[in-house]
């Protein structure tokens, strides 16, 4: 009987994890996808479809082991400013003083903060925990 000494066992088990890990692209893609559909899902639901680009605008970005979930140039920036909430509002009268110096006054109750409304956050954290799992199981082969 022979007793084996060293890290054999775990350079097998590095080996093997590592030639799976060329299939995990295709999960992460996959689940970029359905982060990105859940997230127009979302948005819709909260009233965000109707204004620039849309829910349409919302685009998922994929390169080697790596996808970008998000909004899709300037037309859909409107999108960021909901997930994070902002001002509106910025009314303002203009009139020249005597001097040629323009005064600017903001009308009262003019400047208001619009909450956020997030919807690709919650669609993120929504797949956090499968997303991990799946990655898991395929790089352990189960």
């Known amino acids: 009987m022979t007793k084996e000494f060293g890290f054999s066992g775990a350079i097998a088990k590095l080996n093997k994890i590592s030639s799976n890990a060329k299939a995990i692209n295709s999960i992460v893609e996959k689940e970029a996808e359905e982060i990105k559909d859940d997230a127009r899902k979302i948005a819709t639901s909260k ?4 204004t620039g680009a849309g829910v349409d605008g919302i685009i998922a970005k994929h390169a080697l082991y790596e996808s ?26 203009t009139s020249r003083e005597r001097r040629g110096k323009r005064a600017r006054r903001y009308k ?7 909450a956020p409304k ?8 929504q797949h956090k925990d499968s997303f991990a799992k799946k990655v898991k199981d395929k790089l352990l082969n189960k």
Do not use: C, D, M, Q
């Not at 960021?80 to 910025?90: D, I, K, L, R, S």
């Not at 009262?108 to 619009?114: E, L, M, T, W």
């Not at 997030?118 to 954290?125: E, G, K, M, S, V």
């Open 68 to 93: 970008t979930v998000g909004w899709a140039g300037r037309p859909n920036l409107h999108l960021y400013f909901h997930e994070v909430g902002f001002h509106a509002g910025f009314s303002k009268a």
């Open 108 to 114: 009262k109750g003019s400047r208001k903060y619009v």
């Open 118 to 125: 997030p919807h690709i956050r919650p669609a993120a954290l």
């Open 47 to 50: 009233g965000l479809k109707v």
